[in-house]
Structure formats: structure tokens, C-alpha cells
């Protein structure tokens, strides 16, 4: 259902759209999984308790990527927000003036 309004809407408000938050989500999920393959390799690399460290990282930064992918947009998502009200001079039509009609409905 679709609410339609006179008044102008900031658009600032709005969510991003669906494609840039896939978008969004698929590029954080990607680098945390680069991250992953890197701790991997440098596990196979490395001795000592390091190689400890970028095995428990490799093993639990796929849930922690998941979990950033999945985070939704931090903007509300009440929608657009209206402009303020100004309370502007607006210009009056003289008294006792005729309105003007299109020709085009005879």
C-alpha cells in the first residue's frame, strides 16, 4: 500500500536499496572470508602458537562473517522523513478575483 503525500520527503532517510545492500553484505562477507584463507596459509607457514591462533581464527571468523553480513542497514526504517514546516508569507489571490479555467473541458 503505498501512502502518497503533498508535502516533500528528504530522501536522506530512506534504506538503501535491496541490490546495494546485497551488494554490501556479499563484500563484507568475502573479506572476512579472505581474512579466513589468509590465517589458513599462514597457519601452514608459521610454527609455534601462532599457528594456534590463526587456526582458531580461521575457525571462528566464519561465524563472525556471517553475522556482520547479516547486519541490516543501522538506518531506521520508519521511511522518508517529511521536511519541517515552514511558516512562510504565502501570496494571496485579490478579493474578489476570478479563478482561471482551462479552456481544454468545453
Not at 584463507?37 to 582458531?56: D, E, H, Y
Not at 517529511?82 to 479555467?101: C, H, N, S, T, V
Request: hydrophobic share 45%; charged share 20%.
Amino acid at each position: 500500500m503505498t501512502h502518497q503525500t503533498e508535502e516533500p520527503v528528504s530522501i536522506t532517510s530512506a534504506r538503501t536499496s535491496r541490490s546495494a545492500d546485497i551488494k554490501r553484505r556479499q563484500s563484507h562477507y568475502l573479506i572476512s572470508m579472505g581474512i579466513r584463507t589468509v590465517c589458513f596459509l599462514l597457519a601452514v607457514v608459521i610454527p609455534g602458537p601462532a599457528r594456534w591462533v590463526l587456526l582458531a581464527a580461521a575457525f571462528f571468523l566464519p561465524y563472525f562473517a556471517v553475522i556482520i553480513a547479516n547486519a541490516a542497514d543501522g538506518r531506521g526504517s520508519a521511511g522518508p522523513a517529511l521536511f519541517p514546516a515552514e511558516d512562510r508569507p504565502q501570496i494571496a489571490a485579490k478579493p474578489g478575483a476570478k479563478d482561471i479555467q482551462d479552456d481544454t473541458d468545453s
